[in-house]
C-alpha cells in the first residue's frame, strides 16, 4: 500500500498512468461506452464516477503544453452541452494544469479514443460525459 494515493485509483489504473509517456492519451469513458470494443486496453473503474476519477488522476498526470489542445470532449450535436462539463471545467481549473479543450462529434471522438493508451470505464450516468486526456511531460524543478 502506497501514502497519499486516492483510493479511486486502483493498482492497475495507477501502472497504466505510469507507463503512459508524452502524448499518450487516455479516456475516462461513461457507463453507455462501448469500451470492450473501443480498441484500446479496459481499465475497469466499476462504481466510480468521471468527475472524481478526473480530480484523483489529475493529481499525478500532467497535461501536454506542447499541443494546441490537451483535453478532449465528446460533443452532443446540440446548442446546450452536457451539464457534467461544468463540473469538468471546475475541477480542471483547481487542478493547476493549464488546459485546452476541444469538443469532438461523437464518431470523431470514437475515432481519436481507438489511438488512446488505454480507456477506463466508469460507472457515470451522465450522458456524453466522455473526455479523453493528453499526458504532458513532468517537470523537475
Given at each position: ?11 492497475q489504473?495507477?501502472?497504466?498512468l ?10 475516462l469513458?461513461?457507463?453507455?461506452y ?11 473503474a ?17 497535461l501536454?503544453?506542447?499541443v ?6 465528446m ?5 446546450d ?7 469538468y471545467r ?6 493547476g494544469?493549464?488546459y ?5 462529434e ?5 475515432e ?10 466508469t460507472?457515470?450516468?451522465?450522458l ?9 511531460v513532468v517537470?523537475?524543478?
Amino acid at each position: 500500500m502506497l501514502k497519499n494515493v486516492p483510493k479511486v485509483i486502483s493498482p492497475q489504473l495507477m501502472k497504466v498512468l505510469m507507463e503512459m509517456g508524452h502524448g499518450d492519451e487516455i479516456v475516462l469513458a461513461d457507463g453507455n461506452y462501448p469500451v470492450e470494443s473501443a480498441g484500446p486496453m479496459v481499465v475497469r473503474a466499476d462504481g466510480l464516477e468521471v468527475p472524481e476519477l478526473l480530480e484523483a488522476i489529475l493529481k499525478f498526470f500532467p497535461l501536454d503544453t506542447f499541443v494546441e489542445h490537451n483535453v478532449f470532449l465528446m460533443d452532443n450535436g446540440k446548442a446546450d452541452k452536457p451539464p457534467i462539463w461544468k463540473e469538468y471545467r471546475k475541477i480542471l481549473e483547481n487542478s493547476g494544469e493549464k488546459y485546452s479543450i476541444k469538443e469532438l462529434e461523437r464518431f470523431e471522438f470514437y475515432e481519436r479514443a481507438k489511438k488512446a493508451y488505454c480507456v477506463v470505464a466508469t460507472s457515470e450516468t451522465a450522458l456524453y460525459a466522455n473526455i479523453i486526456l493528453k499526458k504532458g511531460v513532468v517537470i523537475f524543478d
